[in-house]
């Protein structure tokens, strides 16, 4: 809205003033309808209704929501939700969430989310689809446990991965490197590690403060950015959306804060390319799968240098491809610039990589836990590289509304 606000700015603004007190907000928060089709401890899987003026196509796309955040980062509001947009392009689309974390489940470590939950969801959603490939999109810490379980699994019928605002090196976190001297001091003694041990975890309350201090500065500027967008509707509703979303975070379970505190916040392992998860290490050279990572221009807890970190670690996957999108944590996935750049790169590179119907996956014999652990050198020289890729350009597609001179595709070195 202008300085001087026009007549029709000012008709725009009492309009939406008047609807929010009236109706109780501007955003369309219904959620796009869905089925669960399969369930188990902390996991749950849902198959999102098809259109049906839309015929369905393509191979199934598998969201896969991150620890302590609610699915709504996928389905936000109507016109705003990247579920929205895959099932009106006809694309077979799922979600893996995880329900509430209670006091009983402190003892469950990463290990559950990367042995049972999302192997057992790629599975259900592979079956439910007719035997399709499955394209994971994992955003933030779901991005983390996908290239873990893509590294570890090479059984699962996965056929690309889509990373979205994940940190791999976080020494280049600007709310965490200045701190993390600190942290090492304390050799896993510190008040942090006695905190979560006698709550079982991280409790809601202070996820949601978490959350809402890593965008402090929105927060404290937020009230100035309503009284210059009151004739936006499109904006405000946003707000509300994203408003909504925070105040749904969730806990996270005891064990596995634990272990992601010590070793990728205080050790910063996976940095290095591997990360022990349970009786092994599993290396990140051991992805065969294409790969897509974004990075946000204006993300604070994802930061493009903490993100990037990943590229040169995939030494081993078909083809590698970054991008920078507009937006910070959770605009580049589900802002109203997503709409036009995030989600149609991902409709691109899930068509690129759509193959049909694929072999049923082989039964992985079950792990010898007296086994030695896989040292990442050996981890991966399992896998040799498939057929090398040539670099694309990114960026080059005229009918994207934002610049990439900051990206770039990377075929396997």
């Known amino acids: 809205m202008d300085l001087i606000p026009k007549p029709d700015q000012l008709v725009a603004a009492a309009g939406n003033v008047a609807h929010t007190v009236l109706y109780g907000g501007l955003a369309d928060l219904r959620p796009?309808?869905?089925t669960l089709i399969d369930d188990g401890e902390l996991r749950e899987v849902y198959h999102y209704r098809p259109d049906r003026d839309v015929p369905a196509t393509g191979d199934p796309v598998l969201l896969v929501t991150p620890l302590a955040a609610p699915a709504l980062c996928f389905d936000l509001r109507r016109g705003c939700s990247?579920?929205?947009h895959l099932v009106s392009q006809g694309r077979p689309t799922y979600l893996l969430e995880y329900g509430q974390v209670s006091f009983k489940n402190r003892s469950l470590g990463v290990e559950h989310w990367v042995d049972e939950v999302l192997p057992d969801a790629v599975r259900a959603v592979h079956e439910h689809s007719g035997?399709?490939?499955v394209h994971l999109v994992g955003w933030s810490l779901g991005g983390i446990f996908t290239l873990l379980v893509a590294a570890d699994r090479q059984d699962l019928p996965i056929a690309s991965i889509t990373v979205v605002g994940s940190p791999v090196d976080v020494t280049k976190v600007p709310l965490v490197a200045p701190v993390r001297p600190l942290l090492n001091l304390t050799q896993g003694r510190g008040a942090i590690t006695r905190a979560y041990r006698a709550l079982g975890g991280i409790p809601q309350p202070l996820v949601n403060w978490a959350f809402t201090a890593a965008s402090a500065q929105k927060v404290v500027t937020k009230p100035l950015a309503v009284l210059t967008h009151l004739d936006?509707?499109?904006?405000l509703a946003q707000l509300e959306a994203?408003?909504?979303?925070?105040a749904n975070m969730l806990a996270y379970p005891g064990r596995t804060f634990g272990q992601l505190y010590h070793r990728f916040v205080k050790g910063n392992t996976?940095?290095?390319?591997?990360?022990e998860v349970g009786d092994r290490t599993i290396d990140l050279a051991a992805i065969s799968v294409p790969t897509l990572v974004f990075a946000g221009n204006t993300d604070g807890i994802a930061p493009l240098p903490a993100v990037r970190a990943v590229v040169p670690l995939l030494t081993g996957a078909r083809e590698v491809r970054f991008e920078v999108v507009p937006g910070g944590h959770l605009g580049m996935l589900t802002g109203r610039a997503a709409r036009g750049t995030t989600w149609t790169v991902i409709d691109e590179w899930v068509d690129e990589w759509s193959a049909g119907v694929v072999a049923p996956p082989r039964k992985k014999a079950a792990r010898n836990t007296a086994a030695k652990k896989t040292t990442p050198k050996k981890a991966a020289a399992k896998k040799a590289p498939a057929k090398k890729a040539s670099p694309a350009t990114i960026g080059s597609n005229p009918s994207r509304r934002y610049g990439s001179a900051g990206s770039r595709a990377l075929g396997p070195r």
Do not use: H, I, Q, W
């Open 32 to 34: 796009m309808p869905r």
């Open 82 to 84: 990247l579920v929205e």
């Open 131 to 133: 035997g399709r490939g």
């Open 232 to 235: 936006d509707t499109d904006y």
């Open 242 to 246: 994203v408003d909504r979303f925070r």
């Open 270 to 275: 996976l940095a290095r390319g591997s990360m």
